[in-house]
């Protein structure tokens, strides 16, 4: 390799490196508290750049086991994060998780919640009845001896969910989510794979709502 293409080679190599860090990453879906949008074997791509983030301030070469640093910025978000993204957490502040968190914004600063029993009001609007499908009504009958509460969500704090409520570990077991917590959006499923190794190739490049 003459020195010409070996510099180009080094330029794309630290492209990639860099995009990595700050436009996108990666995730594998462990766990079933998003089902049926996400599964267990999913692989999603994350868009770090939409929410904002920060420039590395150290770059990790691959294969030679070398790193050096660089000058670090704060990139500003494209938008605000929106009640309904599909966000993945940091799980620094959750040592009970061995991996980073995928979960649904069910609810934003300034935005009511309402608790009554296992069911969730956003707004007044009811966002989760355990029995909805099979009732198709939203008219919640308070019971004698039911827990009740509702609360507003702090300012730069996000209340989220599961998709899969009745197995998911979310705000009802661990609280708010801070703003700073979130890795990024996650927009896309690029691979999938069974718990047998085989492929769901119906999953390959599904868009996420």
């Avoid at 070469?61 to 009640?83: E, M």
């Avoid at 608790?115 to 355990?130: E, H, K, R, T």
């Avoid at 998911?168 to 979130?182: H, K, L, P």
């Avoid at 896309?188 to 190794?197: F, H, L, M, N, R």
Wanted: hydrophobic content about 40%; overall charge negative.
């Amino acid at each position: 390799m003459n020195k010409s293409k070996y510099i180009i080679f080094i330029f794309i190599l630290l492209a990639i490196l860099i995009s990595k860090a700050v436009v996108f990453d990666f995730y594998k879906v462990t766990s079933a508290s998003m089902s049926e949008t996400l599964l267990p074997g999913d692989f999603i791509l994350i868009n770090r750049l939409v929410f904002g983030t920060h420039t590395p301030n150290r770059i990790n070469v691959p294969f030679i086991n070398y790193s050096f640093s660089i000058p670090s910025a704060k990139i500003p978000p494209l938008r605000h994060i929106r009640q309904g993204d599909i966000v993945v957490i940091r799980k620094n502040n959750h040592p009970e998780c061995e991996n980073d968190l995928v979960k649904r914004v069910a609810a934003v600063e300034g935005q009511s919640i309402t608790m009554i029993d296992d069911n969730i009001f956003v707004d007044g609007i009811l966002a989760y009845d355990p029995e909805y499908a099979q009732n198709d009504t939203t008219e919640i009958e308070i019971k004698d001896g039911s827990f009740y509460d509702t609360f507003v969500v702090p300012e730069e704090k996000l209340f989220v969910l599961g998709d899969n409520y009745l197995t998911s570990y979310d705000s009802r077991d661990f609280g708010y989510v801070d703003t700073n917590e979130i890795i990024g959006k996650a927009v896309i499923v690029y691979a999938s794979k069974d718990i047998d190794g085989s492929f769901r190739w119906k999953r390959f490049f599904k868009y996420l709502e």
